[in-house]
């Protein structure tokens, strides 16, 4: 999977750019980022979160160390839950791949 939304190397993340890959999707364990809640958006339209919806995303984006957000991308395509929209373009998002669910 190569980046796919442009700006590559403006947010500082060329490590995961490096990669061009989220976290090898072979592995069955799934990791929780504190973010159990947001288990409540599987299969959930990456067009169709609230404002309200897309905070509580954005607030644990937030909180997430550079280093976890790829775990963390990875982590949510297992679990079946697409990322708000509004939130792809953002950094520190902008240099990794994002599935689409």
Same mark, same amino acid.
Not at 2 to 31: F, K, M, Y
Not at 65 to 89: C, F, T, Y
């Given at each position: 999977?190569?980046? &796919? @939304?442009?700006? /590559?190397?403006? /947010?500082?993340?060329?490590?995961? /750019? ?12 799934? +990791? ?5 809640? @947001?288990? +409540?958006?599987?299969?959930?339209? #990456? ?10 995303? #954005?607030?644990? @984006?937030?909180?997430?160390?550079a280093s976890d957000i790829a775990g963390w991308m990875h982590s949510l395509q297992m679990r079946g839950i697409a990322l708000p929209d509004v939130l792809k373009g953002e950094k520190? @998002?902008? /240099?990794?791949?994002?599935? &689409?669910?």
């Amino acid at each position: 999977m190569r980046n &796919v @939304l442009g700006n /590559c190397g403006s /947010c500082g993340l060329l490590a995961i /750019c490096e990669t061009e890959s989220l976290p090898d999707t072979q592995s069955p364990e799934i +990791v929780y980022y504190d973010d159990e809640e @947001l288990d +409540v958006f599987k299969t959930h339209a #990456s067009d169709a979160y609230s404002e309200q919806e897309i905070a509580q995303f #954005s607030e644990i @984006l937030d909180t997430l160390q550079a280093s976890d957000i790829a775990g963390w991308m990875h982590s949510l395509q297992m679990r079946g839950i697409a990322l708000p929209d509004v939130l792809k373009g953002e950094k520190p @998002l902008n /240099c990794i791949s994002i599935p &689409v669910l």
